[in-house]
């Protein structure tokens, strides 16, 4: 493989409907600009765009069904700007990882990527894990620190510090 790309957002579709989530929530709505910077160079560069989100008890494989149970009037634009694009692709997890009992690992194979740019919420607990999966898998990993939100900026620091020194990603900005 030749350094094909592909770009994952993580639990893009959330409530923030729990302790730490109004804080989670405004950390988050700093970083859309960028979530929607990264959408878009993807689009330009022909890098496939996979959401991966948890399922909050709904288990089909819809987003919009996903979309509309988390809409509230402080998240909707977040929601709204970032609905996945008719040629994305959308998988629910059952726990933290993108990777952890998903068809993620498949689908990368299929579109023949070796590199993963991870961006969404919480850093320090589902970009964390799955940076930590992707890593596991021999993925090389981009992580810009400008695409992850986490509760506090301390965590997100922390997460991102981890995420740099001890699996190898590059968290430069996109």
């Given at each position: 493989?030749?350094?094909k790309?592909a ?8 409530t ?22 990264l ?10 765009v996979i ?10 494989d ?43 690992p498949?689908l ?25 999966d992707?890593h ?10 400008n ?15 981890v ?5 190898s ?6």
């Amino acid at each position: 493989m030749t350094d094909k790309k592909a770009v994952l957002f993580i639990d893009v579709f959330n409530t923030f409907d729990f302790p730490g989530g109004d804080q989670l929530l405004e950390n988050t709505k700093e970083i859309l600009p960028n979530w929607e910077k990264l959408r878009k160079k993807a689009k330009e560069n022909d890098w496939p765009v996979i959401y991966i989100n948890d399922h909050y008890g709904i288990w089909q494989d819809n987003f919009k069904k996903i979309a509309d149970y988390c809409r509230n009037d402080d998240n909707h634009e977040i929601i709204d700007k970032m609905m996945p694009h008719e040629d994305d692709y959308f998988l629910l997890k059952p726990k933290h990882s993108a990777f952890f009992q998903t068809s993620l690992p498949s689908l990368l194979k299929d579109l023949e990527c070796d590199r993963v740019i991870l961006a969404g919420v919480a850093g320090n607990i589902c970009v964390i894990f799955s940076a930590n999966d992707a890593h596991m898998r021999e993925f090389k990993l981009d992580v810009p620190k400008n695409c992850v939100a986490s509760n506090t900026k301390e965590q997100n620091e922390d997460a991102l510090r981890v995420i740099e020194t001890t699996l190898s990603a590059n968290t430069d900005p996109v």
